[in-house]
């Protein structure tokens, strides 16, 4: 029997009830003759009870004794699950990560999948049971439980459909498949029928929130078909894939956008070898991710240095770069926290041109005024203010008519 693997998250498994319905939904697959490995997260809200317990407790709880604590959350799903099951009289069996033989290395919090033993999971397959399994956790070859940081459910489906050779990874969640753009912003969105990893690698970096990276980027490094469907309605979702010759292609997939950015610029340095990364190499050793820069040179052997972070780690990227100006003798620093990111990706832009051209014109008629630009293959990027966001979305999903299906050439 072919043999698909099905993740649901927390607000699928969020009560008795939606942990039956999900019974339900396992027991339809096995009457169409398929074999079912079930991967679920918490119940909603129970990993955050799970931390605000921890911190009453200690102020810095330790990594390991939250792994420890923050698995035992999916141990309560994958039980209700395996009795919703065998109540409706379908052979179930629930195991946690460590009991399948999820090996993982010692990152507490955030550990790596290493290994996947699917012996015992294979025999229970074999034996006509439903497999539930616990997401988000492993173990280290010492025996230690580990957590596999956010998106960590996702992961480990991803993982044991390639381990287990599924045909697909099914992701349940809340919403029936990936959209054009986020449908609260722009109405008109409409659901993908397929994407491929690439589009949905850069979607999800650029701030949509559908999947996780890392979990596409597991499946697209073993080739695993990931689908995107509601627990709550029925549909085919949206198929994530690699791309396919005779596929109808469209020039943009999608549009993305992320209000989580600042921007900040030195004004003024030294225009010499190196310039970039002592402007970088403090923001750096602080931990502090940079996403987009840009680089303008002036006719007087100086240059400006602008680059955007996180919203929530601008005051101290602020703080540190002052300290950088001082140091090498720059003009000024300037910061904005009130600017978005707003991009199309799209394979279509590998094979035709004026993509930037028209979203820029795109911008330039609702009086939109460009402040960054980063592009990718598949992707343009631009930076805005904050209060354009919402118009800069329609505007771009109407300018490459992305409420229409694409026509396959």
Same mark, same amino acid.
């Given at each position: 029997?072919?043999?698909?693997?099905?993740?649901?998250?927390?607000?699928?498994?969020?009560?008795?009830? $939606?942990?039956?319905?999900?019974?339900?939904?396992?027991?339809?697959?096995?009457?169409?003759?398929?074999?079912?490995?079930? =991967?679920?997260?918490?119940?909603?809200? %129970?990993?955050?009870?799970?931390?605000?317990?921890?911190?009453? *407790?200690?102020? /810095?709880?330790?990594?390991?004794?939250?792994?420890?604590?923050?698995?035992?959350?999916?141990? #309560?799903?994958?039980?209700?699950?395996?009795?919703?099951?065998?109540?409706?009289?379908?052979?179930?069996?629930?195991?946690?990560?460590?009991? =399948?033989?999820?090996?993982?290395?010692?990152?507490?919090?955030?550990?790596?999948?290493?290994?996947?033993d699917t012996d015992r999971i294979q025999a229970d397959l074999d034996a006509g049971r439903v497999v539930v399994v616990?997401?988000?956790?492993?173990?280290?070859?010492?025996?230690?439980?580990?957590?596999?940081?956010?998106?960590?459910?996702?992961?480990?489906?991803?993982?044991?459909?390639?381990?287990?050779?599924?045909?697909?990874?099914?992701?349940?969640?809340? #919403?029936?498949?990936?959209?054009?753009?986020?449908?609260?912003?722009?109405?008109?969105?409409?659901?993908?029928?397929?994407?491929?990893f690439e589009e949905m690698l850069e979607m999800a970096s650029l701030g949509s929130k559908v999947l996780q990276i890392?979990?596409?980027?597991?499946?697209?490094?073993?080739?695993?078909?990931? $689908?995107?469907?509601?627990?709550?309605?029925?549909?085919?979702?949206?198929?994530?894939?690699?791309?396919?010759?005779?596929?109808?292609?469209?020039?943009?997939?999608?549009?993305?956008?992320?209000?989580?950015?600042?921007?900040?610029?030195?004004?003024?340095?030294?225009?010499?070898?190196?310039?970039?990364? &002592?402007?970088?190499?403090?923001?750096?050793?602080?931990?502090? %991710?940079?996403?987009?820069?840009?680089?303008?040179?002036?006719?007087?052997?100086?240059?400006?240095?602008?680059?955007?972070?996180?919203?929530?780690?601008?005051? &101290?990227?602020? @703080?540190?770069? /002052?300290?950088?100006?001082?140091?090498?003798?720059?003009?000024q620093v300037t910061g904005d926290d009130k600017i978005v990111k707003v991009s199309i990706v799209g394979v279509g832009?590998?094979?035709?041109?004026?993509?930037?051209?028209?979203?820029?014109?795109?911008?330039? /008629?609702?009086?939109?005024?460009?402040?960054?630009?980063?592009?990718?293959?598949? &992707?343009?990027?631009? *930076?805005?203010? @904050?209060?354009?966001? %919402?118009?800069? *979305?329609?505007?771009?999903?109407?300018?490459?008519?992305?409420?229409?299906?694409?026509?396959?050439?």
């Open positions: 029997m072919a043999l698909y693997v099905h993740k649901y998250g927390g607000t699928s498994v969020g009560s008795t009830e $939606r942990i039956k319905n999900v019974a339900e939904r396992v027991i339809r697959a096995r009457q169409r003759g398929e074999d079912v490995v079930v =991967v679920v997260s918490a119940m909603s809200g %129970e990993t955050n009870k799970l931390v605000a317990y921890a911190h009453e *407790v200690q102020e /810095r709880p330790s990594p390991r004794e939250m792994d420890v604590l923050l698995s035992t959350g999916e141990q #309560v799903t994958i039980a209700l699950l395996a009795m919703a099951l065998e109540q409706k009289g379908c052979p179930a069996i629930s195991y946690t990560g460590w009991q =399948v033989g999820i090996v993982s290395d010692d990152a507490h919090t955030k550990a790596r999948i290493e290994k996947i616990a997401g988000f956790q492993g173990v280290t070859a010492e025996g230690d439980i580990t957590t596999l940081g956010r998106g960590g459910s996702d992961t480990t489906a991803v993982a044991l459909a390639a381990a287990l050779k599924a045909e697909e990874c099914l992701i349940y969640t809340d #919403v029936d498949g990936v959209y054009t753009t986020d449908p609260r912003v722009e109405p008109r969105a409409r659901r993908l029928d397929r994407i491929t890392r979990s596409v980027e597991f499946a697209g490094k073993y080739n695993v078909p990931l $689908r995107v469907l509601s627990s709550f309605a029925e549909g085919g979702g949206t198929l994530i894939s690699y791309e396919e010759n005779g596929v109808e292609k469209a020039l943009i997939s999608g549009i993305a956008f992320n209000r989580d950015e600042a921007k900040l610029t030195i004004l003024g340095v030294p225009d010499r070898p190196g310039i970039a990364h &002592k402007i970088l190499g403090p923001v750096a050793d602080a931990n502090i %991710e940079v996403d987009m820069i840009v680089q303008n040179m002036a006719d007087d052997q100086t240059t400006d240095f602008t680059f955007t972070v996180h919203r929530n780690e601008y005051p &101290k990227a602020l @703080e540190i770069l /002052r300290s950088t100006c001082e140091e090498l003798g720059g003009r832009m590998r094979s035709h041109a004026g993509i930037a051209s028209k979203m820029f014109e795109a911008l330039a /008629r609702e009086g939109i005024n460009i402040r960054m630009i980063s592009t990718s293959e598949i &992707k343009i990027s631009v *930076v805005v203010d @904050e209060k354009y966001l %919402e118009l800069a *979305v329609r505007a771009l999903h109407d300018a490459f008519g992305l409420d229409k299906a694409p026509v396959a050439e």
